[in-house]
Protein backbone atom coordinates (compact mmCIF):
# COMPACT_ATOMS: atom_id res chain seq x y z
CA UNK A 1 0.00 0.00 0.00
CA UNK A 2 1.22 3.43 -0.48
CA UNK A 3 2.94 4.94 2.54
CA UNK A 4 5.07 7.95 3.83
CA UNK A 5 8.09 8.18 5.80
CA UNK A 6 9.76 11.24 6.97
CA UNK A 7 12.64 11.55 9.61
CA UNK A 8 12.19 10.35 12.85
CA UNK A 9 11.51 12.22 16.21
CA UNK A 10 13.41 15.16 16.46
CA UNK A 11 15.12 17.60 14.97
CA UNK A 12 16.95 20.17 17.44
CA UNK A 13 18.49 22.99 15.48
CA UNK A 14 19.72 26.68 16.54
CA UNK A 15 17.69 29.56 15.25
CA UNK A 16 18.91 30.41 11.90
CA UNK A 17 20.21 27.12 11.03
CA UNK A 18 19.71 25.73 7.94
CA UNK A 19 16.68 23.02 8.04
CA UNK A 20 15.79 19.72 6.20
CA UNK A 21 13.17 17.08 7.18
CA UNK A 22 13.24 13.96 4.80
CA UNK A 23 10.07 12.89 3.27
CA UNK A 24 10.21 9.71 1.19
CA UNK A 25 6.92 8.41 -0.53
CA UNK A 26 6.17 5.17 -2.16
CA UNK A 27 2.50 5.24 -4.33
CA UNK A 28 2.10 4.23 -7.84
CA UNK A 29 1.43 6.97 -10.64
CA UNK A 30 1.52 10.75 -9.46
CA UNK A 31 0.52 11.56 -5.60
CA UNK A 32 0.26 14.79 -4.53
CA UNK A 33 2.31 15.48 -1.91
CA UNK A 34 1.45 17.76 0.99
CA UNK A 35 3.30 19.23 3.90
CA UNK A 36 1.43 19.99 6.93
CA UNK A 37 2.30 22.53 10.10
CA UNK A 38 1.07 21.91 13.38
CA UNK A 39 1.13 24.28 16.42
CA UNK A 40 1.04 23.16 20.31
CA UNK A 41 -2.55 23.36 20.59
CA UNK A 42 -3.81 23.65 17.34
CA UNK A 43 -4.84 21.65 14.41
CA UNK A 44 -2.18 20.53 11.40
CA UNK A 45 -2.17 23.24 8.36
CA UNK A 46 -1.47 22.76 5.28
CA UNK A 47 1.89 24.48 4.44
CA UNK A 48 2.05 23.54 0.83
CA UNK A 49 1.22 21.03 -1.78
CA UNK A 50 2.90 19.99 -5.08
CA UNK A 51 1.16 17.78 -7.61
CA UNK A 52 4.23 17.16 -10.80
CA UNK A 53 7.34 16.15 -11.09
CA UNK A 54 9.81 18.84 -10.13
CA UNK A 55 7.12 21.13 -8.96
CA UNK A 56 8.34 23.59 -5.80
CA UNK A 57 5.94 24.20 -3.37
CA UNK A 58 6.61 27.06 -0.27
CA UNK A 59 5.16 28.86 2.00
CA UNK A 60 6.64 31.44 4.58
CA UNK A 61 9.74 30.12 3.60
CA UNK A 62 9.61 26.80 3.70
CA UNK A 63 10.09 24.68 0.50
CA UNK A 64 10.17 21.41 -1.30
CA UNK A 65 10.59 19.92 -4.68
CA UNK A 66 8.48 16.93 -5.65
CA UNK A 67 11.51 14.40 -7.23
CA UNK A 68 9.40 11.67 -8.73
CA UNK A 69 13.13 9.83 -9.54
CA UNK A 70 13.98 9.61 -5.86
CA UNK A 71 9.84 9.15 -4.66
CA UNK A 72 11.42 12.36 -2.19
CA UNK A 73 9.75 15.73 -1.43
CA UNK A 74 11.99 17.09 1.17
CA UNK A 75 11.20 20.14 3.45
CA UNK A 76 13.84 22.86 3.14
CA UNK A 77 14.31 26.30 5.50
CA UNK A 78 17.60 28.50 4.98
CA UNK A 79 17.38 30.23 8.55
CA UNK A 80 14.70 28.60 11.23
CA UNK A 81 13.63 30.97 14.00
CA UNK A 82 11.99 30.12 17.33
CA UNK A 83 8.33 30.74 15.89
CA UNK A 84 8.75 27.64 13.57
CA UNK A 85 9.06 24.99 16.39
CA UNK A 86 6.30 23.00 15.49
CA UNK A 87 5.65 19.19 14.29
CA UNK A 88 5.85 19.06 10.86
CA UNK A 89 3.97 16.22 8.37
CA UNK A 90 4.51 14.89 5.29
CA UNK A 91 1.72 13.12 3.70
CA UNK A 92 0.16 12.11 0.23
CA UNK A 93 -3.10 12.04 -1.64
CA UNK A 94 -2.99 8.76 -4.21
CA UNK A 95 -4.69 9.31 -7.74
CA UNK A 96 -7.32 6.86 -6.82
CA UNK A 97 -9.00 8.24 -3.75
CA UNK A 98 -8.84 11.01 -1.67
CA UNK A 99 -7.90 9.91 1.89
CA UNK A 100 -4.40 11.34 2.77
CA UNK A 101 -1.27 8.86 3.98
CA UNK A 102 0.26 10.88 6.85
CA UNK A 103 4.35 10.27 7.88
CA UNK A 104 4.73 9.70 11.25
CA UNK A 105 5.32 13.72 12.07
CA UNK A 106 8.78 15.22 12.87
CA UNK A 107 9.41 17.75 15.99
CA UNK A 108 11.28 20.78 15.38
CA UNK A 109 12.72 22.55 18.59
CA UNK A 110 14.72 25.36 18.58
CA UNK A 111 17.20 25.42 20.90
CA UNK A 112 17.77 28.79 22.95
CA UNK B 1 -12.14 34.02 13.42
CA UNK B 2 -11.81 30.06 13.34
CA UNK B 3 -14.04 28.05 10.40
CA UNK B 4 -13.52 25.15 12.22
CA UNK B 5 -15.31 24.94 15.51
CA UNK B 6 -14.91 22.30 17.60
CA UNK B 7 -16.41 21.73 21.23
CA UNK B 8 -15.51 21.56 23.82
CA UNK B 9 -11.97 22.26 23.88
CA UNK B 10 -11.35 20.02 27.22
CA UNK B 11 -13.47 17.11 28.64
CA UNK B 12 -12.90 14.63 31.21
CA UNK B 13 -15.24 11.58 31.30
CA UNK B 14 -15.40 8.65 33.34
CA UNK B 15 -14.60 4.89 32.25
CA UNK B 16 -18.18 3.78 30.55
CA UNK B 17 -19.86 6.93 29.90
CA UNK B 18 -20.88 8.16 26.76
CA UNK B 19 -19.66 11.52 25.12
CA UNK B 20 -20.53 13.80 22.00
CA UNK B 21 -17.93 15.98 20.48
CA UNK B 22 -19.24 18.47 18.29
CA UNK B 23 -17.93 19.87 14.96
CA UNK B 24 -19.14 22.81 12.62
CA UNK B 25 -17.37 24.18 9.46
CA UNK B 26 -18.36 27.45 8.39
CA UNK B 27 -15.98 26.93 5.13
CA UNK B 28 -18.83 25.55 2.54
CA UNK B 29 -16.79 22.64 2.41
CA UNK B 30 -18.79 19.26 1.08
CA UNK B 31 -16.71 16.69 3.30
CA UNK B 32 -15.85 16.40 6.66
CA UNK B 33 -13.55 14.28 8.73
CA UNK B 34 -12.77 13.00 12.28
CA UNK B 35 -9.18 12.30 12.98
CA UNK B 36 -7.65 10.82 16.36
CA UNK B 37 -4.06 12.26 17.71
CA UNK B 38 -2.23 10.33 20.93
CA UNK B 39 1.25 9.59 21.91
CA UNK B 40 0.50 5.75 20.31
CA UNK B 41 -0.28 6.79 17.24
CA UNK B 42 0.29 10.83 15.82
CA UNK B 43 -2.35 11.40 13.63
CA UNK B 44 -5.21 8.65 12.50
CA UNK B 45 -7.85 8.84 10.23
CA UNK B 46 -11.16 7.87 11.85
CA UNK B 47 -14.12 8.31 9.38
CA UNK B 48 -14.85 10.31 6.30
CA UNK B 49 -18.50 12.02 5.39
CA UNK B 50 -19.27 13.33 1.70
CA UNK B 51 -23.09 15.47 1.77
CA UNK B 52 -23.81 13.67 5.10
CA UNK B 53 -23.32 9.96 3.80
CA UNK B 54 -20.35 8.43 5.16
CA UNK B 55 -17.55 7.47 2.69
CA UNK B 56 -15.03 5.70 4.83
CA UNK B 57 -14.52 4.17 8.15
CA UNK B 58 -10.98 3.06 9.23
CA UNK B 59 -12.20 2.97 13.09
CA UNK B 60 -12.80 -0.87 14.75
CA UNK B 61 -14.60 -0.13 16.82
CA UNK B 62 -18.80 0.49 16.50
CA UNK B 63 -18.30 2.79 20.23
CA UNK B 64 -17.38 5.24 17.44
CA UNK B 65 -20.30 6.84 15.68
CA UNK B 66 -20.48 9.88 13.51
CA UNK B 67 -23.46 12.13 13.32
CA UNK B 68 -24.63 14.65 10.66
CA UNK B 69 -27.91 16.61 11.27
CA UNK B 70 -26.48 19.29 9.17
CA UNK B 71 -24.23 19.52 6.05
CA UNK B 72 -21.82 21.86 7.89
CA UNK B 73 -22.31 19.18 11.24
CA UNK B 74 -20.36 16.06 11.99
CA UNK B 75 -20.61 15.06 15.68
CA UNK B 76 -18.74 12.20 16.89
CA UNK B 77 -20.20 10.23 19.46
CA UNK B 78 -18.25 7.70 21.75
CA UNK B 79 -20.12 5.18 23.72
CA UNK B 80 -19.17 3.20 26.56
CA UNK B 81 -15.61 5.28 27.15
CA UNK B 82 -12.58 3.53 28.15
CA UNK B 83 -9.33 4.98 29.51
CA UNK B 84 -7.33 4.04 25.78
CA UNK B 85 -9.80 6.28 24.14
CA UNK B 86 -7.98 9.13 25.69
CA UNK B 87 -6.87 11.33 23.30
CA UNK B 88 -7.36 14.74 20.95
CA UNK B 89 -9.92 14.28 18.62
CA UNK B 90 -9.31 16.62 15.32
CA UNK B 91 -12.54 17.71 12.67
CA UNK B 92 -10.99 18.42 9.46
CA UNK B 93 -12.79 19.37 6.20
CA UNK B 94 -12.29 19.99 2.27
CA UNK B 95 -14.18 21.44 -0.66
CA UNK B 96 -15.18 18.30 -1.53
CA UNK B 97 -14.06 14.51 -0.93
CA UNK B 98 -10.48 15.54 -1.89
CA UNK B 99 -7.60 17.46 -0.77
CA UNK B 100 -6.54 19.40 1.00
CA UNK B 101 -7.72 18.97 4.45
CA UNK B 102 -8.38 22.27 6.96
CA UNK B 103 -8.61 21.12 10.46
CA UNK B 104 -10.15 22.36 13.32
CA UNK B 105 -8.15 22.77 16.92
CA UNK B 106 -9.65 20.04 18.28
CA UNK B 107 -10.92 18.60 21.50
CA UNK B 108 -9.02 16.95 24.35
CA UNK B 109 -10.92 13.94 25.98
CA UNK B 110 -9.14 12.04 28.96
CA UNK B 111 -11.23 9.11 30.32
CA UNK B 112 -10.36 8.18 34.00
Known amino acids: GDSVTQTEGQVALSEEDFLTIHCNYS??????LFWYVQYPGEGPQLLFRASRDKEKGSSRGFEATYDKGTTSFHLRKASVQESDSAVYYC???????????WGSGTKLIIKP | DPKIIQKPKYLVAVTGSEKILICEQYLGHNAMYWYRQSAKKPLEFMFS???????DNQTASSRFQPQSSKKNHLDLQITALKPDDSATYFC???????????FGSGTRLTVL
Open chain 1, 27 to 32: ASGYPT
Open chain 1, 91 to 101: ALSADSNYQLI
Open chain 2, 49 to 55: YSYQKLM
Open chain 2, 92 to 102: ASSQDAGVPLY
